[in-house]
């Protein structure tokens, strides 16, 4: 897959992640069954993440949940695409580990991540999301929303809770902690 960047800056992670896999099988980049959106979190939905724009000095940012783009090649070298890193877009998937993740070693048990894993297939005709946590409790946006339509699909129009949540008996994928993450799809 090339390494043109895309910026929709104004999405969440889940949609830049959705616009990219759209965007990837319209344009027929790579087989899109070696494409997968991971999705970030844990129970707590208290994640850190070394490397990513809005970090202050070395530190990570401790997101909610995040939501990147897995160019899983079993043959080649995988990639990370996450379009709020500071590492290179794409990012080599044992780089971005390395430096975005780090270790769940040395973390409280509470910060531990899990990812859940969907094929770009499976993500394309069943994420939805009506942009509701993007706005203050008033109504108000937090910041402005992207200037296309929410993403629906003809059976919902909002199921952003099912892709954040890890219990691994919900929603789309499959989910991992980190250690089995990285063994799973890191070089071999």
């Given amino acids: 897959m090339g ?6 800056s104004q999405s969440s992670s ?3 992640v959705w616009k990219l896999c ?6 027929e980049m790579c087989p899109l069954d070696e494409v997968h959106a991971v999705f970030i979190s844990n129970e707590n939905k208290a994640i850190p993440i070394w490397k990513q724009k809005s970090s202050r000095g070395g530190e990570p940012v401790i997101w909610d949940y995040h939501v990147v783009l897995l160019h899983f ?4 070298q ?3 695409y996450d379009l709020d890193t500071t590492l290179p877009f794409p990012c080599p998937f044992d780089v971005y580990s390395r430096e975005a993740f780090q270790s ?18 499976t993500y394309l005709k069943k994420f939805a999301s009506d942009r509701s946590h993007m706005k203050h409790s008033n109504g108000t946006w937090r910041m402005s929303p992207p200037p296309y ?3 629906e699909t003809t059976e ?3 199921n952003l809770d099912d892709f954040i949540n890890m219990d691994p008996n919900v929603g789309f994928g499959k989910v991992y902690k980190l250690p089995e993450f990285v063994q799973h799809f890191g070089a071999k």
């Fill in 78 to 80: 995988s990639f990370v």
């Fill in 73 to 76: 090649n079993p043959q080649a």
């Fill in 3 to 8: 390494q043109q960047a895309l910026d929709w």
């Fill in 156 to 158: 919902c129009k909002m």
């Fill in 104 to 121: 769940d070693e040395l973390l409280k048990p509470d910060f531990r991540r899990k990812m859940r894993v969907i094929p770009a297939v």
């Fill in 22 to 27: 759209e965007h990837i099988q319209a344009q």
């Fill in 14 to 16: 889940e949609e830049n």
């Fill in 149 to 151: 339509p929410c993403i």
